[in-house]
């Protein structure tokens, strides 16, 4: 599976947008990209994936650049309750595939 | 009540006693996953299982072994419990390949 960089921490105003980037140069075509997230040490929840075209659900919404070696995580309105550990992680769609974490990227809320 | 439970919630217990964690879920997923996380760090795979008859080590399976009693049931064991054991530890659940897992609550482990 593709490694990811994710830069270790980043900070968003409550209420603005948070954009959290991955990047993902390694990515073959039949890779998703998946987003998770880890409130404190509770269990981590998925958020969203993606292949290659742009995904938005009732949490976030994941823009995947066009030759799909980066992608941004974009939570529209931030609150305090999105302060996590964010993972991206890039997953093939092999039947044998498995999800593994890097140290992914801390996002505080702020008011 | 929760789509996957873990068992027990947390658990001290001493160098070299067997110790059991258990997970089962309801979501009727086929695909159970056994972690662990040290502090500050990711998860790292110990045991996977993609049914009840398939069982198989993940990146940081020594020490560390699992029964997969039925499609709902995936314990962990520790057979002779070291103090770089403690950990905190999850369960997870796929339906597969494509789809998102659900994850456990997690099990905070000390050993001492």
């Known amino acids: 599976d593709a490694k990811t960089t994710q830069p270790p921490s980043m900070d968003c105003a409550e209420g603005r947008a948070a954009n959290l980037p991955c990047n993902h140069s390694t990515i073959s075509g039949n890779e998703y990209v998946y987003w998770y997230r880890q409130i404190h040490s509770q269990g981590p929840q998925y958020i969203i994936h993606g292949l290659k075209n742009n995904e938005t659900n009732e949490m976030a919404s994941l823009i995947i650049t066009e030759d799909r070696k980066s992608s941004t995580l974009i939570l529209p309105h931030a609150t305090l309750r999105d302060t996590a550990v964010y993972y991206c992680?890039?997953?093939?769609?092999?039947?044998?595939?498995?999800?593994?974490f890097g140290t992914g990227t801390r996002l505080q809320v702020t008011l | 009540d929760a789509d996957v439970t873990q068992t027990p919630r947390n658990r001290i217990t001493k160098t070299g006693k067997r110790i059991m964690l258990e997970c089962s879920q309801t979501k009727g997923h086929d695909r159970m996953y056994w972690y662990r996380q040290d502090p500050g760090l990711g998860l790292q795979l110990i045991y996977y299982s993609f049914d009840v008859k398939d069982i198989n080590k993940g990146e940081i399976s020594d020490g560390y072994s699992v029964s997969r009693q039925a499609q709902a049931k995936f314990s962990l064991s520790l057979e002779s419990a070291i103090p770089n054991q403690t950990a905190l530890y999850f369960c997870?659940?796929?339906?597969?390949?494509?789809?998102?897992?659900?994850f456990g609550s997690g099990t905070r482990l000390t050993v001492v």
């Open positions: 992680i890039v997953l093939h769609t092999g039947t044998a595939s498995k999800l593994t």
């Open positions: 997870a659940t796929s339906a597969g390949s494509n789809y998102g897992y659900t």
